[in-house]
């Protein structure tokens, strides 16, 4: 069993920062590997791949968040960030953490939301202009 809980969402005006958090927690994760990652939704679209931390300690970021965002992992707290800087009315949407279990798998795997199998609730961020 796997719960993941995000936090941190909100109104941000359009240059701004937020940080994300979610905390991993469950049975399911004792004793192993994981990824985490976020991924994000907003009305009408497809959910994008944002950023993922993976169980080999490398990280990714979507093409769009390049550069403003950054993904932080700490272990002790089961927990993963989401620093969000320089933000735009275009990264408004719902905010998801998800977790990936299996281990060994390469870059592309990670950019794509159906090879994640536990998703948390979301948290919306809003950024006005």
């Known amino acids: 069993q796997v719960q993941l809980a995000e936090s941190g969402g909100g109104l941000v005006q359009a240059g701004g920062s937020l940080r994300l958090s979610c905390v991993a927690s469950?049975?399911?994760?004792?004793?192993?590997?994981?990824?985490l990652g976020w991924f994000r939704q907003a009305p009408g679209k497809e959910r994008e791949f944002v950023a993922a931390f993976t169980w080999s300690y490398r990280t990714y970021y979507g093409d769009s968040v390049k550069g403003r965002f950054t993904i932080s992992r700490d272990n002790a707290k089961s927990t993963v960030y989401l620093q969000m800087s320089s933000l735009a009315p275009e990264d408004t949407a719902v905010y998801y953490c998800?977790?990936?279990?299996?281990?060994?798998?390469?870059?592309?795997?990670?950019?794509?939301?159906?090879?994640?199998?536990?998703w948390g609730q979301g948290t919306q961020v809003t950024v006005s202009s």
């Open positions: 469950g049975s399911g994760l004792t004793g192993r590997s994981y990824t």
């Open positions: 998800a977790a990936d279990l299996s281990i060994g798998n390469s870059a592309p795997y990670y950019f794509n939301h159906r090879n994640y199998n536990h």
